[in-house]
Structure formats: C-alpha cells, structure tokens
C-alpha cells in the first residue's frame, strides 16, 4: 500500500465536485495514477438498481473503459471513489463486502450538497476490515 | 496448452503482477480451479464463503458474460479467451448495516454480533432456517434497538410480534393508563390491567412472550424537548401515534436523527402503513408538509376504530421494522400502502421525496424541533387569555348550569350534533338528533327565536355547529362544555359512557 497516498489538487476537486453534483445521489469513478500518486480521475455513470442514494455500481464495461483510460492516460489503475451523500466518509457493510484487494478506496462525505471529509481506505488482505491510509501525509 | 486468462489489475498480485495467465479445464469453473490452484491467494478474492463466485467478479468468455451462458458448466476451448472483469460496488450504510457496524463497536469481541444461546436457537428456529433470515439475520435483530411510540392499538402488535422474533432491546414511550376503552383493540393489557399504567402491563406482557430480551419504558407524553434524546439510542422508530402533533413530532426527530420511522396509522376501517425519514426515501412531511384544520379529521375516539384494523397495520410495521434490521427484501419506503378493512383491499401509491420538503429537503427550513401543538393549530387548553373567556361565557354553559337552568324550567331546545349510532349509546332527555353533517340542510327544522344548547361527545362537534348555526343569523345558541361526557361525570352518572 503506497502510504502516503499522494493525490493532486485537481483530482482533489474534481471528486468534491462530482460528488456535489450527483447529491443527493451518490457518484463514483476511477483513480489513475502512478504507483503513489493520483494523478487523473475518471467520472462513471452510477449504474446502481437499488437507489443510487445509497448504492452505487461501476459495471464491467465501465471497469474496462477505466483500464483503457488509466493505459491511455500514460498510468495505472489505482482504485475508486464514490460519495457518501449525507453520511460520514467511512466505508460500510455493503463496501466491506463488495471490496477488491489493492484498489485504493477514496470516500467523499457530502452533507446538504458540500463535500466535506475526504477518506481513503485498503481492504485488508483477508477480506475482514478495512484499514484506513493517509491522503497526502494527513 | 492452456487456456488464456485475463486478469485485472487489482488481483495481479497474486499472479506475480502478470495481467494475463495460463490454466486448464474443459469448463470454466475446471479453469476456474486450476487457476487458484496455481495462485492460491486469488481464491479468496473469487470465491465467498460458501464456495461460490462473488457477486462483483464477472467472467466472460470472450466477450459474453457467462451469466447468459451456461455459468460455470460453459464449455471452454482452447482458442477462447477468458477475462476476469471487476464490478465495482459500494455505498453508504443501510439501517441493517448500522446496526451491524453498532454492535461490532460494543460487541464483546471484534467483528462479531451478538452470538445466541442454545436456548435462543430454539426459540428462533423458525426464522433460522430461512436464508432471508437466518443466523446472521438473528444475529441482527438481537442487536437491534427499536422504540414503539405508544403502547395502545398499534403498539400492541407491533410490540408483541418484535419482542417474539427477538428484537434485543424493545423501547416503549407511554403515560397513559389502561381504560376499559382500550380492551376492544389493545391486545398488550387485559381486563385486570385495567387502571394500571400501560407500561407496567406492557412489560409484564412482553416479558412473558420473551424474557430473553430487554424491554425499556419511557413513562413520558413525548414533547420536542425529549424526543431526540429518547430517540437517540435507537435504531427503528415505530410510529403509534394517534394524533398529528405527535406525528409530526415523530418524523421530524427521526429525519433530525436519520432514523427510519415505521409509520401506520387507523381510522374507523382503513390504514395506513409507510417507512419514512430513511436516507434515500420520503418523510411524512413530503406527503404532508402542513396538518389538516384542527378538527376537520376526527381521532378514533371521536371517529371510532375497528378493533381488528390496528392488528392489521401494526403488523405491516412490525414486518417492515425486521426487513429493515435483517436487510431483507424490498422495504416499503417510497411507498404509501392503503388498506381498506371493508372492501378487503391494499392499495399502493408511490412517494418521492420531496426536494423543497422543509425537513428533509435539500435546504431544510426546519432544523430543529418546534412547537407541534401549536403547528397543527392545537392551542393549549391552559391558561385562557381573559378577551377569549369573556366570548367564551356568552357561547359555552357546561353541564351544571344546563341541569340548574333546566330544573328551573327555562325553555331550552338541545340539539344533539353527534351520529345516530352515538344517540343509540347515551342522551340527554328531550334533545332532538341532528348529525353534524345534516345541520346545513336541518337547520330550519330550528326556531331562531328559541335558545338552543348544541351539544356532541366532547364539545368539538357542537362547536361547529355553533359556528355555523350563527352564521346563518341564530343569536341565542350556546354550546356544551365537555359534551356528553360532562354531562354524565357532572349530572347523570347513570348512563354509559364510551
């Protein structure tokens, strides 16, 4: 696990504002970078069936689109972001259950439409918790 | 040779960082295996608990998802290419999911919910060998807090059947006392019980359905100025309530708090269920942002209830509180069900949230709670300002002075503004029956020369129909305080009272 996990100021806001955009709903997208540091981000469609307030889904052709933007884009996969629209940023049940090993997991709280908290999270190698990293040596 | 196998970047490194591996099988799930064989910590990631495929790993034969072919029997050959694609899932916690997360916070170990007892199993055996349910579901609800607002009619079933399928700690807000009233519908207290606090008979009631839970009573009229720290504790609020103060109040706090309210409602033969103040769903207030007129829709002492309809709709709440712990099935958020007793029909009418909604819209004008007595036009019965008391002695006369100005033999013409069925139950001698409904077009049957006493159960009725025997140009009218009940506690305590 890269630790810091550096992520530029552009990537910062450009996740604030998607998830301000999707609220009340909940927004999600590809982190790309290099290894330790994020350098792009790209948007995807919330293709959730169970009410993107609180769920959200990136469905295979998406994940693949993200694996050819992040080559495309000179870098690698490094994981996902979604929004927590009026709920702390810290992964639940349903994350927890649904996570992939390695991927770099950025949580955006969005309370009343402003994003606030931004977390970032890895799931442990035997699938129990999630761990929290560090965003930029915070 | 073998087949060849397209990995995705977050599983290769359990294939020394390759993004494409060999492996053999005739079938996918024979390739399948061979693979995590070969890279065994793939397996994990792949395959659940149970041995199967998890939900967000999709396999595709060359371009087909094998969903839509023949799943892990597909048949492979050796020129076919297989790719492993990732779904990517997630999302902000649901009611279940909280009450997981609450109980690894305060579990005796870590990352576990409460564990159940041999005699427990027993118990909840039923519920154990569903898999909507099962252990973990189990598990859940004994974790799980829920409050009931009011042990009366929907109280009861709603109690009842959550402290049976094992709800771990059961809240009750009450102040009332059992009357003999209650017994026609409110199943948690008997005869005996009649005269002692609704929750001392609650409590015995419930413990003796489950003594493995905890039951906690609030003695308390719930106010905004307990209610959030009542709720706070809890998980699921489950609303009982019977008037719209408290109503209101009820979805407010829950949508301050983001807890669920299981809502449900009667009167006379139809219901109401819903769930509101959820985080993707609609609250009371969407549906209705402002009360009706006080008066215009009668409670269920003055209306009446069929006493089986709370069963009903209490259990609609009590189902809809466990799916919600249990994460099962398809809540009834969004959704308003109807129920008519009479013509033996559900109907369904979908809600949305309401963006410009003042609770739980996008910019909430409400952010705390308010007076709800005076929001529903409710004003307070004490103290009367003195201008009103004077008007009110030149409309009222209460039951005394009825008796004494009767007994002196003044000509009065009492008017009787309550149904038939009502008059069936008491009366007062000589009043003549003209149902609130029917004065608009009776009214003329009356002398406007008489003074006439209008007079109902309560005083409410009659005092519409004052209003509206003024309005068209009585002058003598006065209204009963207290109604028929007055009259009976006051002056003829031989007549029935209901």
């Not at chain 1, 009343?112 to 929290?132: K, P, V």
């Not at chain 2, 023949?70 to 279940?96: F, H, L, M, R």
């Not at chain 2, 839970?213 to 100025?225: F, K």
């Not at chain 2, 706070?232 to 008037?243: C, L």
Request: proline fraction near 7%; include cysteine.
């Amino acid at each position: 696990m890269p630790d810091p996990l550096i992520v530029d100021q552009e990537v910062d806001r450009a996740i604030r504002r998607h998830g301000e955009e999707t609220y009340p709903h909940e927004c999600c997208g590809a982190l790309v970078g290099d290894g330790r540091r994020v350098t792009a981000v790209v948007a995807l469609p919330n293709t959730t069936e169970e009410g993107p307030r609180r769920r959200f889904l990136v469905r295979p052709s998406d994940y693949q689109l993200a694996e050819r933007r992040a080559t495309e884009l000179g870098g690698e996969l490094l994981g996902f972001y979604h929004s927590h629209p009026d709920h702390p940023a810290r992964p639940s049940q349903f994350d927890l259950d649904h996570a992939w090993p390695t991927f770099a997991y950025i949580i955006v709280a969005v309370a009343a439409g402003q994003a606030g908290d931004m977390t970032l999270w890895w799931l442990r190698e035997d699938r129990s918790t999630f761990e929290e990293g560090r965003l930029n040596g915070n | 040779m073998g087949t060849r196998i397209l990995i995705p970047t977050p599983l290769r490194p359990y294939t020394d960082k390759k993004d494409a591996v060999e492996a053999d099988g005739k079938t996918v799930g024979e390739l399948l295996a061979d693979l995590t064989t070969k890279h065994a910590g793939l397996k994990a990631h792949l395959y659940n608990d149970q041995g199967k495929l998890r939900s967000f790993v999709n396999i595709y034969v060359n371009d087909e998802d094998i969903r839509y072919l023949q799943k892990e029997q597909t048949p492979i050959n050796a020129s076919d290419t297989v790719s492993i694609i990732p779904s990517v899932a997630g999302g902000a916690p649901t009611t279940a999911d909280a009450i997981a997360e609450r109980a690894r916070l305060h579990g005796a170990r870590a990352d576990e919910l409460p564990s159940l007892t041999n005699d427990e199993i027993k118990r909840y055996s039923r519920h154990l060998i569903m898999p909507e349910v099962g252990m973990d579901g189990q598990r859940r609800l004994k974790a799980a807090k829920v409050l009931c607002i009011g042990a009366g009619g929907l109280g009861s079933p709603v109690a009842m059947y959550l402290a049976a399928a094992g709800v771990g700690t059961l809240g009750i807000v009450d102040f009332d006392v059992v009357d003999f009233s209650n017994l026609q519908r409110q199943i948690l207290h008997g005869t005996p019980d009649v005269g002692r606090p609704k929750l001392a008979s609650a409590k015995d009631r419930l413990e003796a359905i489950n003594p493995e839970i905890s039951i906690v009573t609030h003695n308390a009229a719930l106010s905004s100025e307990n209610a959030l720290d009542l709720f706070a504790p809890y998980d699921i609020i489950v609303d009982g309530t019977d008037n719209f103060p408290t109503r209101y109040l009820v979805n407010d706090a829950c949508v301050i708090l983001g807890k669920p309210n299981a809502y449900g409602s009667i009167f006379r033969f139809e219901g109401q269920a819903s769930v509101f103040a959820t985080k993707d769903g609609p609250c009371y207030r969407c549906l209705y942002p402002e009360p009706p007129p006080p008066g215009l829709v009668p409670s269920c002492a003055e209306g009446g209830v069929l006493g089986v309809l709370p069963g009903v709709v209490g259990c609609i709440q009590a189902t809809e509180t466990i799916k919600l712990i249990i994460g099962a099935g398809e809540p009834l958020i969004g959704r308003f069900l109807i129920f008519d007793a009479l013509r033996m029909k559900f109907r369904e009418l979908k809600l949305r949230k309401d963006p410009d909604c003042p609770v739980c819209g996008t910019h909430p004008t409400v952010t705390k709670l308010i007076d709800y007595e005076q929001f529903c036009g409710i004003h307070p019965a004490e103290p009367e300002p003195v201008t009103v008391k004077s008007v009110n002695d030149a409309t009222e006369i209460t039951a005394v002075e009825l008796k004494q100005r009767l007994d002196r033999g003044d000509a009065l013409k009492i008017v009787d503004v309550r149904e038939p069925n009502e008059y069936q139950i008491n009366r007062i001698a000589g009043s003549t029956l003209i149902p609130l409904g029917d004065v608009p077009k009776r009214y003329n049957e009356l002398d406007p020369a008489d003074e006439i006493v209008v007079q109902c159960k309560s005083g409410v009725r009659s005092g519409k129909a004052a209003d509206f025997l003024r309005s068209v140009g009585f002058t003598r009218v006065l209204n009963l305080k207290g109604g028929i009940i007055d009259w009976i506690d006051k002056v003829d305590p031989s007549q029935p009272k209901y």
